[in-house]
Each structure stands twice: as structure tokens, then as C-alpha cells.
């Protein structure tokens, strides 16, 4: 179990979180029935707070996978595999889509961070830095069934303004292999406010020609996606 639970990097505590349960989970390293690490145990594990642990067991509550019970001998219990038919309907769904989910991970993150920087390095202009603000604006004010198409438009817009219709093609294409695979997930509010708050660093950081500090903003939203499909989709 020391080997899946470790501390989580700063920046996705969350989804790194959540991945890492949803790990322990799929490799039955606690069998169906029994009980997880106490919460101060888990927490103190992967380096974060009881609030956020609390979320990311809400999250496998609600997808059917552990359940809390009170009392002396209460704690977070694992169901069993025959009560898991949500896992196996996404493992059904990734397989029906025929996505290569790591290539897609890589290549969506080598694409956006370039994208970001040269954002960042040449001016946009500004009709371009009103696409962007006016493009991160429409994901904050998605309502949840439009979110995913809005932050769709968002990501695109930036690789359009990168200066390079090579990238932006490219990026179009890869982001059509990333969305078959996101809409394999449940939409998480927890991870779309922390998505939201990137987001917003990130066009900071393009508009104050910030170019270094893109990259990183831009790397560290793409390795929480990535932490959040690989924990469902593993």
C-alpha cells in the first residue's frame, strides 16, 4: 500500500489524491468489504488536507465505489466489485473508443505548453488577448452541461493565437482524442473549480508576457487531467 500512497505534488492534490485511491482500489489492495486507512492516516499519507480527502471520498461514494459508516466500528468501507458497474461501463467505453489514452496525454501536453509559451513570448495583440479573456470568460460562467464544449473553445483558442496554424491543427486533432476520453469521466465540480483557477493564472501569465510561468501553469492543469483519467481509466 506504501508504494500507491505517497504525497501528492502541489498544484493537483485533488486528482492526484484521487487517483491514487482509485489505484489502490482497481489493484484490490483492500478487498471489497473491507475498510480504508483511517482518514488522518490517509491524509498524512499523501501529504494533504482532511477536507480535501473528504472530497475525493465523496467523488468514489457517489461513483459507487466506497461507502462511510458511523459508529465505533465505522470507517470508509471498499464495495464489492459485483456493486462496481460504473468501472467496468468506462473500461467497456475507453476500449469502444480506441484512444491510446497515454500517447494522447503526452502529445496534448507537449502541444499546450508549447502553445502557452508562445502565447506568452509574442504579443497577441489586441484582438487576441480579447479572444482570450473573452473565451476564458465563457468557462466560468458554463453551466456543468456546457462546460466541457466551453473549455473546449478556451484550449483551442489558445493554440490558434500561438502563431503556428501547424500546432493549432495538430492540437485540434488531439483534442479530439482527449474529449472521447474525458467523456468517459464524470464532470467533478471540485476539479473544475481548480481547473478554472489554472485557467485564470493562465491567461495572466500569457497577458504579462510571462512566458516561463505559462508553461508551468500549463503543465501542471495538463498533469491533473492526466491524474484524473488515468485514476478512472486504469
Keep these: 500500500m506504501a508504494a500507491v500512497l ?17 489505484q489502490l482500489l482497481r489493484l484490490g489492495l483492500v478487498p471489497g468489504g473491507g475498510r480504508l ?5 490517509l491524509a498524512e499519507r499523501m501529504g494533504i488536507s482532511r477536507v480535501t480527502l473528504r472530497e475525493v471520498l465523496k467523488v468514489l461514494a457517489d461513483q459507487g465505489l466506497v461507502e462511510s459508516r ?17 468501472a467496468e461501463a468506462l473500461r467497456r467505453r475507453v476500449a469502444d473508443v480506441d484512444v491510446d489514452v ?21 504579443p497577441l495583440g489586441a484582438a487576441g488577448e480579447e479572444r482570450l479573456r473573452t473565451a476564458l470568460a465563457a468557462t466560468q460562467d458554463a453551466p456543468l452541461a456546457e462546460y466541457r464544449r466551453r473549455d473546449t473553445l478556451f484550449h483551442l483558442t489558445l493554440a490558434e493565437l500561438s502563431g503556428s496554424a501547424g500546432l493549432a491543427a495538430q492540437y485540434t486533432a488531439v483534442r479530439a482524442r482527449l474529449n472521447d476520453l474525458l467523456d468517459c469521466i464524470p464532470l467533478l465540480v471540485r476539479n473544475l473549480e481548480h481547473s478554472q483557477r489554472q485557467h485564470a493564472a493562465l491567461v495572466d501569465a500569457v497577458l504579462d508576457g510571462d512566458a516561463d510561468g505559462a508553461r508551468e501553469v500549463m503543465r501542471e492543469h495538463c498533469e491533473g487531467t492526466a491524474a484524473l483519467l488515468r485514476g478512472f481509466l486504469s
Excluded at 486507512?37 to 492516516?41: D, Q, T, W
Excluded at 497515454?102 to 509574442?122: I, K, N, P, S
Design 70 to 86: 458511523r459508529g465505533r466500528y465505522g470507517g470508509t468501507f471498499v464495495l464489492g466489485r459485483s456493486g462496481d458497474p460504473g
Design 37 to 41: 486507512p483511517a482518514e488522518r492516516e
Design 6 to 22: 505517497r504525497p501528492v505534488r502541489a498544484g493537483n492534490g485533488f486528482e492526484e489524491a484521487l487517483e491514487q485511491i482509485l
Design 102 to 122: 497515454e500517447d494522447t496525454l503526452r502529445f496534448r501536453e507537449v502541444l499546450e505548453v508549447g502553445a502557452a509559451g508562445l502565447c506568452a513570448a509574442y
